[in-house]
C-alpha cells in the first residue's frame, strides 16, 4: 500500500478513512482522529474540514503557512517583495483597495503557472487581470493596442463623425 507523502498514513479514500475514525485536515493536511474537528450537523462526516489545532490559528498565520506550501514563499520573502514594492501593487502602482472585516485585503501573491516561480505582489483586480489574460505578454499587448486604437479621443471622434453623417 502507497505511503502518504503528508504523515505516513497509507493513502485511503474520504470514506475509508471516516470508517476507520480519522479525517485529513484541509490546512495542515494530517490525518487526525475525528475527535480532533468540531462538530458541524450540516457536512456529511459531521465534521469541520479543518482540524480544532488549524481552525484556532490567527488568520494572518494561516495565509503565512498557505504561501509557504503553495509557492514556497517563505515570510521573510514575502516581507521583502512587500517591502521592495513599497507595498503596492506591482503593475498598477496602487494599494489593495479592497476591505474585509475593516481591513484592506493582502496583496496577492503573482506567479508563473508554469515554472511556479514568484513574480511579484498584485492588487485584486490586476491579479485578475493578468490571469484572465493566461499570462500571455501578447495577448495583453493585443488589449493594450485594442484600447489605444479605441481610446476616448478616438470614441469622441467617432462619435462626431456619426452624427455628421446622420445629418445629411
Not at 494530517?30 to 450537523?41: E, I, P, R, T
Request: some cysteine; overall charge positive.
Amino acid at each position: 500500500m502507497p505511503v502518504s507523502r503528508f504523515d505516513g498514513v497509507a493513502d485511503l479514500c474520504k470514506t475509508c478513512l471516516h470508517r476507520s475514525g480519522r479525517q485529513r485536515c484541509g490546512k495542515c493536511r494530517l490525518v487526525k482522529a475525528l475527535d480532533a474537528y468540531f462538530a458541524d450537523k450540516r457536512r456529511p462526516s459531521g465534521r469541520y474540514t479543518t482540524c480544532k489545532t488549524c481552525a484556532k490559528v490567527p488568520t494572518a498565520v494561516a495565509a503565512a503557512w498557505r504561501r509557504k506550501r503553495k509557492y514556497g514563499l517563505t515570510a521573510d520573502a514575502h516581507a521583502a517583495i512587500l517591502s521592495a514594492q513599497n507595498a503596492l501593487c506591482g503593475v498598477c502602482g496602487n494599494p489593495e483597495y479592497r476591505v474585509r472585516l475593516g481591513k484592506a485585503l493582502p496583496l496577492h501573491v503573482d506567479h508563473d503557472h508554469k515554472t511556479g516561480e514568484v513574480r511579484g505582489l498584485l492588487c485584486t483586480d490586476c491579479n485578475l487581470g493578468v490571469g484572465r489574460f493566461k499570462d500571455s505578454p501578447k495577448l495583453l499587448r493585443a488589449a493594450a493596442a485594442y484600447l489605444e486604437k479605441y481610446g476616448e479621443r478616438n470614441i469622441a471622434d467617432r462619435a462626431a463623425a456619426g452624427r455628421n453623417k446622420k445629418s445629411r
